[in-house]
């Protein structure tokens, strides 16, 4: 009976520490390949920075910064490209805006136009420093 406890028992930690290296594996593969599927990408893009997100798609169609005043420190950045996600039926957005809080993207619009009806291309703001 203590050797079947002890197997048992045995069992349990083994199954313990697989599941522990299983949720250790993912995280650390931060040099992957950004999906491109809705929501996957939703889902994964702010794990990415600039550096990374320009690595895969290339210079955006279309970028727009915010800049201090005083400093010209960028502080946040509007990107533009097309045809890189697809929705879950396999069709192409014809824009992908990312809009960035210094190098992390905050939020992600899906368009199906060109985005051309906003700003100007390369248009940047300058907020005061405080």
């Known amino acids: 009976?203590?050797?079947?406890?002890?197997?048992?028992?045995?069992m349990l930690q083994a199954?313990?520490?697989?599941?522990?290296i299983a949720e250790e594996i993912p995280s650390t593969n931060n040099n992957s390949e950004i999906p491109t599927?809705?929501?996957?990408?939703?889902?994964s893009i702010n794990k990415f920075s600039k550096e990374q997100i320009i690595a895969q798609f290339?210079?955006?169609a279309k970028a727009d910064d915010v800049k201090v005043k005083t400093t010209g420190?960028?502080?946040?950045s509007i990107w533009q490209y097309h045809f890189i996600n697809t929705a879950a039926d396999g069709t192409y957005y014809e824009t992908t805006e990312l809009d960035f809080i210094d190098d992390?993207?905050?939020?992600?619009?899906?368009?199906?136009?060109d985005g051309a009806e906003g700003p100007e291309?390369?248009?940047?703001?300058?907020?005061p420093n405080k």
Request: aromatic share 12%; proline share 2%.
């Open 1 to 10: 009976m203590k050797y079947l406890a002890y197997c048992c028992l045995t």
């Open 15 to 20: 199954c313990f520490i697989q599941a522990a």
């Open 37 to 43: 599927l809705e929501q996957d990408f939703v889902n």
């Open 58 to 60: 290339g210079e955006p």
């Open 73 to 76: 420190k960028i502080v946040a």
């Open 104 to 113: 992390k993207v905050v939020m992600v619009a899906f368009m199906n136009n």
């Open 121 to 127: 291309n390369n248009q940047q703001y300058q907020i």
